[in-house]
């Protein structure tokens, strides 16, 4: 049998030692790749596809939550069916470098209109955002209302997604 082990999501408090990481056999792997592919199946059928009982399957879906490999369950929605067809890259150069103005950056970010994805980098930029949004003119408001106000902000760069070639929410497990 093989096991995988993986470490919790969660840091620990200051000078706690680390949780031990959970170790996956191959049918808690089967159960995660299943519930990526589509998390609305039933326990019951979720527990025919890994070969498990239904109770057996639901006991291993908890403790895969609690050990905290199960963030949540979501509905994945169709972006240009609900007029957000456009998908902005942002990259993003403060004026500083301090711990406040992360912060204060950061908090700001979370609060932008259809802000997707906000990251913290190395390189030319401090920051990448991922920004869905109607059309042009749509980001075009978004930019003079909202990311040229964004606090502590030296540069923007605006780069529109022409081709989505791969986007994905599913984790090779």
Not at 4 to 23: D, E, L, Q
Not at 36 to 47: E, K, P, T
Not at 64 to 75: D, P, R
């Amino acid at each position: 049998m093989c096991a995988t082990k993986v470490r919790r999501r969660t840091a620990p408090a200051a000078g706690t030692p680390a949780p031990p990481p959970v170790p996956l056999d191959r049918t808690d792997k089967a159960i995660l790749r299943a519930l990526q592919r589509d998390a609305s199946v039933s326990n019951v059928a979720l527990a025919a596809k890994v070969n498990l009982s239904a109770p057996a399957c639901l006991r291993r879906v908890e403790r895969l939550k609690q050990a905290g490999l199960i963030k949540g369950i979501v509905a994945l929605l169709n972006p240009a069916a609900l007029d957000a067809g456009m998908l902005v890259m942002i990259g993003v150069v403060l004026d500083r470098s301090t711990p406040d103005s992360f912060a204060d950056f950061e908090k700001a970010a979370a609060r932008v209109s259809g802000c997707m994805e906000c990251h913290v980098v190395t390189g030319e930029f401090d920051y990448f955002m991922l920004v869905r949004t109607r059309d042009n003119d749509s980001f075009n408001r978004l930019h003079a209302e909202q990311l040229l106000h964004l606090p502590g902000v030296r540069q923007i760069r605006s780069f529109m997604v022409l081709k989505q070639v791969l986007s994905t929410t599913q984790f090779p497990v």
